[in-house]
């Protein structure tokens, strides 16, 4: 996928550094109209409709069909105006786009209804971030959960509850914390047991849960003592002590947003993107094949690996939980208003990570 895209970043480059100064405001301007209103836009309604910038009707047409050779805009059949390809919306998002700013109500809606669920409740907050992202962007939001299983141990501590019993403490650095009970031999001393958790923590602090699970073997052994049990424990039962939301919970909300749009207003079209919203793994596979990096990611119509979303783009950005991350963002068509969506995506990852961080 990735390949792919950055060919078309490299041609999306090479082709507006070539286009003149018209060339970029019309382009611009054909792609403002065609948001708005999703008909192909034709040379006269952009002379009357920026009138003030005094380009005629003719001097737009002939600088259309400059913008249709470069691959910039086509036409669905020739008696009708130009509409943006996936190219064209490329070159507009690298190079031709403002941004624009979220309104203060918006801001304080996605903030008040985050901030409205304890940070112990990560799943309602999950939840409630994904219908504030389609709410607002009239598309579908949606939140995939951390990857907790990148995540990094912090520290280990046993603490003796009863004379056979001890507690496991297990913290990662993201914040999250797990315990469970294990029995053990009466006979051990306090001290026995403070030696088993500082081996633990010397062998395995700083290592994701991943890298525990696939090696603790061989960090753990070969180990001598009274305590050996303990470690035996831990070596025995790491699939399970050293496994976090493997699976990985996705939340999608606005799914009739998606449906009023025009592109989709065919019966054909519309059990299209059914089966897309439908199919847990593709809409998954779709959204974690994304950089979970700091700053927007944004693929656009055919940039997207899976089929059923060549007629899509997905603007996502990285929330993080302490050391973890994990993805949201928006999915819709390619006709999307891409300046406001990518700062709506921005804000409701910062605004969500700031949450957790609590």
């Given at each position: 996928m990735f390949g792919a895209l950055s060919l078309c970043f490299e041609l999306a480059m090479k082709i507006s550094h070539d286009l003149t100064e018209r060339e970029k405001l019309v382009l611009r301007l054909v792609i403002h109209s065609y948001i708005l209103s999703a008909t192909p836009v034709g040379s006269r309604v952009l002379s009357r409709r920026y009138s003030e910038l005094g380009l005629s009707p003719a001097t737009i047409r002939n600088t259309m069909a400059e913008l249709e050779e470069s691959g910039l805009l086509t036409h669905p059949h020739p008696s009708a105006g130009r509409i943006p390809t996936d190219l064209g919306y490329r070159v507009y998002v690298n190079d031709l786009m403002e941004f624009k700013e979220l309104s203060q109500r918006e801001k304080d809606t996605i903030k008040k209804e985050i901030e409205s669920i304890p940070t112990s409740d990560l799943k309602q907050i999950l939840a409630v971030t994904s219908k504030s992202l389609g709410k607002i962007s009239r598309l579908l939001g949606i939140i995939v959960s951390p990857r907790f299983d990148e995540g990094i141990l912090e520290r280990i501590e046993l603490v003796r509850v009863a004379l056979n019993k001890l507690l496991v403490v297990i913290s990662i650095q993201s914040g999250l914390i797990r315990t469970i009970m294990l029995e053990i031999e009466s006979g051990l001393k306090d001290s026995q047991i403070r030696s088993a958790a500082r081996y633990l923590n010397s062998r395995l602090s700083g290592l994701t849960f991943r890298t525990i699970r696939s090696t603790v073997e061989e960090r753990l052994q070969p180990y001598e003592g009274e305590e050996a049990g303990i470690i035996r424990f831990f070596v025995d039962d790491a699939e399970t002590l050293f496994q976090v939301d493997a699976s990985r919970e996705f939340y999608l909300e606005g799914t009739s947003n998606v449906l009023l749009q025009p592109e989709f207003s065919t019966t054909e079209k519309m059990r299209s993107i059914i089966e897309f919203i439908e199919n847990r793994d593709v809409?998954?596979?779709?959204?974690?094949?994304?950089?979970?990096?700091?700053?927007?990611?944004?693929?656009?119509?055919?940039?997207?690996?899976?089929?059923?979303?060549?007629?899509?783009?997905?603007?996502?950005?990285?929330?993080?939980?302490?050391?973890?991350?994990?993805?949201?963002?928006?999915?819709?068509?390619?006709?999307?208003?891409?300046?406001?969506?990518?700062?709506?995506?921005?804000?409701?990852?910062?605004?969500?990570?700031?949450?957790?961080?609590?």
């Open positions: 809409v998954v596979h779709l959204i974690e094949k994304r950089k979970e990096t700091e700053g927007i990611s944004i693929t656009i119509g055919e940039e997207n690996p899976a089929d059923a979303a060549k007629t899509l783009s997905v603007v996502t950005a990285a929330y993080s939980v302490g050391q973890v991350h994990g993805t949201l963002g928006v999915i819709g068509p390619t006709r999307m208003d891409y300046s406001r969506l990518i700062s709506l995506v921005d804000y409701t990852a910062r605004a969500v990570s700031e949450r957790l961080a609590d």
